[in-house]
């Protein structure tokens, strides 16, 4: 048997090196992490082939003094913590004292520093373990790392490394990720000598557009919730920005990024109701929370962390992200493209003659002076569409009566008419806006149906005509057998022969539906998942699927009047900016844009 010994500090920094720096952006990560620890207000990064010939990181941060220097590069050596109570409540991005050494084993590092208290700098060279003697050079105040040959020394290591192109986009995310954290400060990437990215000392807002752009910064909503000790802000993307993919998803914790599955399960459920299939959210959020109240001693690489109190932590990120989403008030905003169009076609696709008026004489003129005629009538035709409801108009859009004398726009403005028989064209104080009447009608009644089914109110409307259908067996069993589980969904379904169902009554937010297609559907998911499970996990799968066969279907004709009473009600609908599927509801084009289409004032 093989006697044990201990191992070399060298080979025990490159086995740490395997985790710590496991490509050339953990490295990079590593060293801009201690330049802002520094306190540095411009820092930055040259790489070259990706990283693996070249990372070198400038800054202007406090220094290193001359004592400090050989420490710099020993393993376990660190400014940041000095005790167990220290490493409880670490405050800085870096404490375990290792990054430097990890580097240093597998690269050819130099580094050359300078503190406020000296007169010049000094400078150390590493590799292979062994370092240099110490030497004086001219420099300014900050400190400079340069790792070279990345993995020289451990070939096998080396080989594992993507290509050039692939391993720089890990390192710009890396840059990305630091600069998102820290908007106030100065922030330059450089790769084989061409600046890629420049960012200037900004507020935070100012700093996410310039890494995400101006889509995700006007398609986002503003968070900042507080709770107890914890705060919660950034931006979030509306569903109409969202992703493929989980790359635009940056979360900080006390200005660190981490990766954590609660809180990635919290936005998963605040995004639930409104994103579409497979689609991803995008959002850079800051959560400050008392270092007590959380390790990140997790794993060398520190983008792991533990809560002391996670479902308490899981309910803020949900609630604080659910309440933003859920505002009635978000504008989507249509993307138009003037360039190389065919006359007639304006970059919204060619118009069909299928333009319904209906009742187009109360249309409203061009200058919203007033409400149109016929709006004050729309609460009639509104009772028939919407039953049961008397909708107020959301914060910021007022009420619409013919006899005000001059009255306020509310958000989605006065429908001009219907196209296609499925979209309602609708003028507010910024321009068009084209609505969804489906998608639309299907998220009002959805999040009805919801409200209705947690505070067990949902109401059931008794058929005048009974509505009987052919039906399988199993179904039939199924009615028999959930008939009060039928009940608490607002439904009295009832078999008739062992082929026959009959249904007697319906919610009546959807006495309007396909009914024998409505009961069919829920029956399904009841014989499917049994009715504890549709009533509790699956419920808002279920209710999605009553409110989509509940909901006024295409090809039929509105009013203007009708589709005023839609518009109205989607003011003060939740999530009322994207279908129960994610798909948005509703878009606009702003007077500038059109102004634009058309080669106006050119």
Not at 2 to 20: F, M, N
């Amino acid at each position: 048997m093989t006697a044990i010994k201990l191992l070399p500090d060298l080979l025990i920094s490159q086995i740490a090196a395997g985790e710590v720096v496991e490509r050339p952006a953990s490295a990079l990560k590593e060293m801009l992490e201690n330049s802002i620890d520094a306190g540095a207000t411009e820092i930055t990064a040259l790489l070259f082939q990706g990283g693996a010939k070249l990372i070198r990181v400038s800054d202007n941060g406090t220094g290193i003094a001359r004592d400090d220097m050989a420490l710099a590069l020993s393993r376990h050596a660190t400014s940041k913590i000095t005790s167990l109570e220290d490493l409880q409540s670490v405050a800085s991005l870096g404490f375990r004292g290792e990054a430097l050494a990890s580097i240093a084993a597998v690269s050819r590092l130099m580094l050359a520093s300078r503190s406020i208290e000296e007169p010049h700098g000094w400078r150390v060279e590493m590799e292979g373990g062994r370092s240099s003697s110490l030497e004086p050079m001219g420099r300014d105040r900050g400190t400079t790392i340069e790792a070279h040959d990345l993995y020289f020394n451990t070939p096998a290591r080396r080989k594992f490394l993507k290509s050039e192109a692939t391993e720089f986009s890990h390192s710009e995310d890396v840059f990305k990720r630091i600069a998102l954290s820290r908007s106030d400060i100065t922030f330059t990437l450089q790769h084989n000598d061409v600046v890629r990215s420049r960012l200037l000392a900004a507020d935070a807002r100012t700093r996410m557009t310039a890494i995400l752009g101006d889509e995700f910064s006007h398609n986002s909503v503003f968070i900042d919730e507080r709770a107890a000790d914890l705060r919660l802000s950034g931006l979030a993307a509306l569903p109409a920005y969202s992703r493929s993919a989980r790359n635009a998803q940056y979360f900080f914790v006390n200005g660190r990024f981490v990766r954590d599955k609660l809180i990635a399960h919290a936005m998963r459920q605040a995004y639930r109701d409104i994103l579409h299939l497979d689609r991803q959210p995008a959002f850079v959020l800051f959560l400050e929370i008392n270092a007590n109240s959380v390790d990140v001693n997790v794993h060398p690489t520190k983008t792991e962390v533990r809560f002391r109190d996670p479902r308490a932590l899981h309910q803020f990120i949900f609630h604080a992200i659910d309440k933003a989403l859920a505002s009635p008030g978000h504008v989507s905003h249509a993307s138009i493209s003037t360039q190389n169009q065919t006359p007639g076609r304006a970059g919204v696709g060619k118009v069909p003659h299928a333009f319904s008026g209906y009742g187009r004489q109360n249309a409203f003129p061009l200058k919203l002076s007033s409400a149109p005629p016929g709006v004050a009538q729309s609460q009639a035709f509104y009772s028939a569409l919407f039953p049961a409801e008397n909708p107020t108009p959301a914060s910021g859009c007022a009420s619409e009566h013919a006899d005000t004398a001059d009255p306020a726009v509310p958000l989605l403005g006065f429908a001009l008419g219907q196209l296609l028989g499925t979209y309602i064209l609708s003028q507010n104080e910024r321009g068009l806006v084209i609505i969804d009447m489906h998608a639309a009608h299907e998220r009002i009644l959805y999040e009805k149906l919801k409200s209705a089914q947690e505070t067990h109110s949902l109401v059931m409307q008794p058929l005048l005509i009974p509505v009987t259908f052919q039906a399988t067996s199993l179904d039939v069993a199924v009615a028999q057998e959930n008939s009060m589980a039928l009940r608490e969904l607002g439904f009295e379904i009832c078999a008739l022969s062992p082929t026959m169902l009959v249904v007697r009554g319906v919610p009546v937010t959807l006495k309007d539906a396909d009914v024998p297609e409505l009961a069919r559907e829920v029956l399904s998911d009841i014989r499917e998942f049994g009715a504890s499970e549709a009533l509790t996990s699956r419920r808002n799968e279920l209710l999605s699927t009553m409110a989509c066969h509940g909901a006024v279907r295409a090809n039929r004709m509105l009013t203007v009047p009708e589709m005023n009473a839609l518009l109205r009600q989607m003011e003060t609908t939740e999530r009322a900016g994207q279908c129960n599927h994610g798909r948005p509801t509703w878009f606009e084009i702003s007077f500038a844009d059109l102004d634009r289409m058309f080669m106006r004032g050119r």
